[in-house]
């Protein structure tokens, strides 16, 4: 079985794969980017490149003909998002899809306590004093302890955020599609009751997938109702969110923090720049040096049952609602 690899899971996990029965054609992803398919076919054999069986890629979707990969069964992702992925055709021919559902999940967990409590510390007036030489006790410092934290989608990235919250003492909302109940959490709301969950919270975090039904669900309606200095984060996708409805809202939040923005990167003559109390990092929060590894061993479990039973352990049930 082939299959073709852009992101390189290292030479003891590429041997794993091989000796599952894999015979892999490897193309770095950069030099997908940075080559022409001119200069491409000169140095790969294009034609055993659209033999593969499965695809571990991100977005190389953008440079290779996903048409013209006749035997293709399976595609795996790098990433959690999948707004690159031609969904339709991949659904109309069957294929599996596998994507990044717990590599990012740890660090994105511990840039959520991080994001609260730099809000609730003050961390970025702390710095500029310090950089001011300025030494001055900021009376207006918070507790996180006893505030309501609530999480706009309870995935793996939110159970992580949740299992680390829960040492400071506070409560745990969540809303996903049918207000099931999730491990960690206190309380869970459908999206049809999602209101009280607004009106109540302290601290509201993005993380839904993007959807058609999720694009800009946080908007004036919603930041009507939140609470005056409350949190919101947003750090699942930038389309979450209307940032026009943002812009008029902003003040009335203690602190608002996105990592992810609806155009990326954030226009420099956007608003949001210049308020003091938006902290915003470049869709930064994914980043850790255990990625790598905790992605290989997901790889590796899903490729083992595709050649073994024809089907990877774990793949998205239904890729037309994104999750």
């Not at 001119?38 to 571990?56: H, I, M, P, R, T």
């Not at 035997?71 to 659904?91: C, F, M, R």
């Not at 956007?270 to 061993?297: A, D, F, K, M, Q």
Request: overall charge negative.
């Amino acid at each position: 079985m082939k299959i073709l690899i852009n992101r390189n899971l290292g030479k003891e996990k590429m041997k794993e794969i091989e000796e599952l029965g894999y015979e892999i054609i490897f193309i770095p992803e950069k030099e997908l980017y940075n080559t022409t398919k001119e200069e491409l076919g000169k140095k790969y054999d294009l034609n055993k490149v659209y033999e593969v069986d499965v695809w571990f890629t991100y977005m190389g979707f953008d440079f290779l003909d996903i048409t013209k990969m006749k035997n293709l069964k399976y595609v795996h992702l790098t990433s959690a998002g999948i707004n690159q992925v031609p969904v339709d055709y991949l659904e109309e021919n069957n294929i599996y899809l596998s994507n990044n559902t717990t590599g990012y999940a740890v660090p994105m967990a511990e840039s959520i306590v991080m994001y609260i409590l730099e809000v609730y510390k003050n961390s970025y007036k702390m710095f500029k004093s310090q950089e001011e030489k300025n030494w001055k006790t900021d009376m207006s410092w918070m507790e996180l302890a006893g505030k309501k934290v609530g999480f706009l989608g309870t995935g793996n990235i939110a159970k992580e955020a949740a299992k680390r919250l829960r040492a400071f003492e506070v409560d745990i909302w969540g809303v996903n599609t049918d207000g099931r109940d999730i491990e960690f959490f206190d309380r869970c709301f459908s999206v049809k009751e999602m209101d009280l969950f607004f009106k109540e919270c302290d601290v509201v975090i993005g993380l839904m997938p993007a959807t058609d039904k999720t694009t800009g669900i946080v908007n004036s309606s919603k930041f009507e109702i939140m609470k005056k200095d409350s949190i919101f984060i947003n750090i699942g996708r930038g389309n979450l969110v209307n940032e026009r409805d943002l812009e008029k809202y902003v003040s009335k939040f203690r602190g608002v923090v996105l990592d992810v923005v609806e155009n990326e990167p954030l226009s420099k003559d956007s608003i949001l720049w210049e308020c003091e109390n938006v902290i915003i990092t470049p869709h930064n929060s994914w980043v850790s040096e255990n990625n790598i590894n905790r992605l290989g061993i997901r790889v590796y479990e899903n490729l083992k049952s595709f050649i073994e039973t024809g089907r990877p352990n774990y793949y998205m049930r239904d890729i037309k609602r994104g999750y």
